[in-house]
T-cell receptor, first 114, second 115 residues
């Protein structure tokens, strides 16, 4: 299994509070991604990174920001959480230079905003 | 715009039988990859099978095989000899080559294998 961890695994927070989710990888892959998973929507890309300090928006980036100061860590921040951000968040990594476009996923973080 | 459609929200199959999950996609790209991922109740996303668009031969992995029809933009997954451990959500995904590895996922098909 690819070495990807996410923390926390579960979190309950109140509307309006800031929340940061962490993704940590030990594979030295360049690309890292944050998705959210909601019933009826599958997985939707929030933000992704193609290198240290290089990030770009995905399909559902409003209300989220990211940072990547080291290859191994990719942080997702909800500046002011809203109930619509209640979801399961997945981090993924990939390295096209390996010859495969496969993405490897972390275990997910269940976030509940009350 | 890239879209992936899974038209079967839920399916069931008897143990040891065969089931086919459908997936269609829309893209103007000519070179891309297609994937099926499995998500069991543990929530972990697991790669089931991968197909490269420039390869005409359908990919096979043990009991899992695909029917890739590029002209029709169709990518169905066949599971043979279904086992109880195959019970999971299955997601079809698509990524164009050389576009930052952005994946586009379908909404998923929940498969239940009945003993």
């Amino acid at each position: 299994d690819a070495g990807i961890t996410q923390s926390p695994r579960h979190k309950v927070t109140e509307t309006g509070t800031p929340v940061t989710l962490r993704c940590h990888q030990t594979e030295n892959h360049r690309y890292m991604y944050w998705y959210r998973q909601d019933p009826g929507h599958g997985l939707r890309l929030i933000h992704y990174s193609y290198g240290v300090k290089d990030t770009d928006k995905g399909e559902v980036s409003d209300g989220y920001s990211v940072s990547r100061s080291k290859t191994e860590d990719f942080l997702l921040t909800l500046e002011s959480a809203t109930s619509s951000q209640t979801s399961v968040y997945f981090c993924a990594i990939s390295e096209p230079m390996t010859g495969s476009d496969e993405q490897y996923f972390g275990p997910g973080t269940r976030l509940t905003v009350t | 715009a890239q879209t992936v459609t899974q038209s079967q929200p839920e399916m069931s199959v008897q143990e040891a039988e065969t089931v086919t999950l459908s997936c269609t996609y829309d893209t103007s790209e000519s070179n891309y990859y297609l994937f099926w991922y499995k998500q069991p109740p543990s929530r972990q996303m697991i790669l089931v099978i991968r197909q490269e668009a420039y390869k005409q031969q359908n990919a096979t992995e043990n009991r899992f095989s695909v029917n890739f029809q590029k002209a029709a933009k169709s990518f169905s997954l066949k599971i043979s000899d279904s086992q109880l451990g195959d019970t999971a959500m299955y997601f079809c995904a698509f990524t164009p080559v050389n576009t930052g590895n952005q994946f586009y996922f379908g909404t998923g098909t929940s498969l239940t294998v009945i003993p």
